[in-house]
């Protein structure tokens, strides 16, 4: 299995050359030269399997350079019980008729973002050992991703990962959740400035080439290769437990902003298993929503972002969008690299004459979810099914009820918990999410924080002196 660009400038590497890239040499993204096939009787043979095995096999199709002893090793630490607090990793919990949801949340910071978080730090880790060198990662978060990789990262061995912070800007929910991990190789930085001050030194440092190369920084971001394919194994896990039946189609509801969970879904329908519908929701940002309603896809500017109640959806413009497209665009690197040209140029591109084929040849339908939607959506499930959920699955849940169909089942993606959402829980329902068991101490454990002012050369000179041995 080899990897190319999606703007064809790139020689075709393996998965373990990618892995640690952001983009490609060409500015493009790392895609497989073709998708693997799934034939319906090794679907059936996959039944029996448990979580960890299941993403051993899945993920043998995309990584070949890695034994698969030592995959199946790296899988099993990933979705190990004590990592993800539910017996089956991903449990599927009916909600009501046809439509359940698929619990991603069961991770160490309660949202999917862990799902391939968990495997990319044990694959880094390996990588990194085999080739005995060191990486410091850099990011800046405003809570959720940030926390994510600090938790997959944490006590892995020549890995040191840096994380910048608005001070006094984040939840307190939030805050206990990074500053309270006491490894070493994590450094919590709060900086005396707001988000885009935090983003803003990140991308001063990392685009200081001598300091990036000499201190060999990383990033654990999005667009990252081997969390799409990571992702890719819940939803042939889903459709395991939601059938009983060889081909029996089911449908995906996905809360999407970055288009990185429901691309995944895209490629794992590509590969063959029986998804009828993939139906992508928004909140308020509907950059995605309107692509696929008119075919124009059209980015906006941080002033016309919204901040809204499901923020970790609050998006300018869809990082993996460019992957899809590669393929609707009959896998033309020519015609990928003219269209970003073009929305370099213009800050949009127009492919309404494909719209007939979104839905037809793809599966792919949309749909918008305010607020009110929001509120509406939680306090109806709960009243409903005693099931609480959160702001993001529940613009899932909203938009999914406008695309199910009798006997076809519906799984949402459940996102997040509603733990970490407390606030607009409290609105719907007017009471507060309940905090699951082993993180009611949270708040009271002592925290592990470095506040510094937003300065560029005071980041340097702590990563500097903190850096992976
Ligand atoms: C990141 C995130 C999303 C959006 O996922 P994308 O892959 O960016 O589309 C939705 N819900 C929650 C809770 C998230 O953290």
Not at 14 to 34: H, K, Q, R, T, V
Not at 222 to 227: C, P, T, V, Y
Not at 247 to 272: C, D, K, T, W
Request: aromatic residues 10%; negative net charge; hydrophobic residues 45%.
């Amino acid at each position: 299995m080899k990897y190319l660009s999606t703007r064809g400038g790139m020689a075709p590497l393996p998965f373990c050359a990618i892995l640690l890239e952001g983009l490609a040499p060409d500015g493009g993204l790392a895609l497989p030269e073709s998708f693997p096939q799934v034939s319906a009787q090794t679907l059936e043979a996959w039944r029996a399997l448990d979580y960890p095995a299941l993403a051993t096999e899945v993920l043998s199709l995309f990584i070949d350079d890695i034994p698969r002893d030592d995959l199946a090793r790296l899988t099993h630490a990933a979705y190990a019980p004590g990592v993800f607090d539910a017996a089956d990793v991903v449990p599927l919990k009916p909600l009501y008729g046809q439509t359940s949801l698929l619990g991603l949340s069961q991770g160490p910071t309660l949202a999917f973002k862990d799902m391939a978080m968990q495997f990319l730090g044990q694959v880094f880790e390996y990588v990194l050992d085999k080739r005995q060198v060191t990486l410091n990662i850099l990011g800046a978060t405003s809570g959720d991703t940030g926390s994510a990789a600090e938790y997959a990262l944490r006590g892995k061995k020549g890995i040191a990962v840096f994380m910048l912070s608005p001070h006094g800007r984040m939840s307190d929910f939030q805050r206990a959740q990074m500053y309270s991990l006491q490894d070493p190789n994590i450094h919590n930085l709060a900086l005396k400035g707001v988000f885009d001050e935090c983003q803003d030194i990140v991308k001063a440092l990392a685009g200081d080439l001598d300091f990036k190369s000499a201190y060999r920084l990383g990033a654990v971001n999005s667009i990252n290769w081997a969390r799409i394919a990571a992702q890719v194994v819940y939803y042939f896990w889903g459709w395991l437990r939601a059938t009983s039946q060889s081909g029996q189609q089911v449908s995906f509801a996905v809360p999407s902003g970055n288009f990185g969970n429901i691309l995944s879904g895209h490629i794992a329908r590509e590969m063959g298993l029986p998804i009828r519908r993939l139906v992508l929701a928004t909140n308020e940002n509907n950059v995605l929503e309107e692509f696929f309603r008119t075919g124009v896809y059209r980015p906006r500017s941080a002033a016309q972002t919204y901040a809204t109640s499901s923020p970790s959806m609050d998006i300018s413009r869809a990082s993996n969008f460019e992957r899809f497209v590669f393929d609707l665009m009959g896998r033309d690197p020519d015609r990928v690299a003219q269209l970003w040209k073009q929305l370099a140029q213009q800050g949009e591109f127009d492919l309404s004459e494909l719209r007939p084929q979104f839905e037809s040849r793809y599966g792919f339908v949309g749909g918008i979810s305010t607020h009110a939607d929001r509120l509406q959506t939680i306090k109806s499930v709960y009243d409903r099914s005693g099931t609480l959920i959160d702001p993001h699955t529940a613009d899932a849940v909203k938009v999914a009820a406008a695309h199910a169909e009798p006997g076809v089942p519906m799984l949402v993606l459940e996102t997040a918990l509603p733990a970490k959402f407390g606030e607009t829980i409290q609105e719907a329902i007017g009471q507060p999410a309940p905090v699951p068991g082993h993180l009611k101490d949270l708040a009271g454990l002592p925290q592990r924080v470095r506040v510094m002012d937003c300065d560029v050369a005071q980041v340097r000179d702590y990563i500097k002196a903190h850096a992976a041995a």
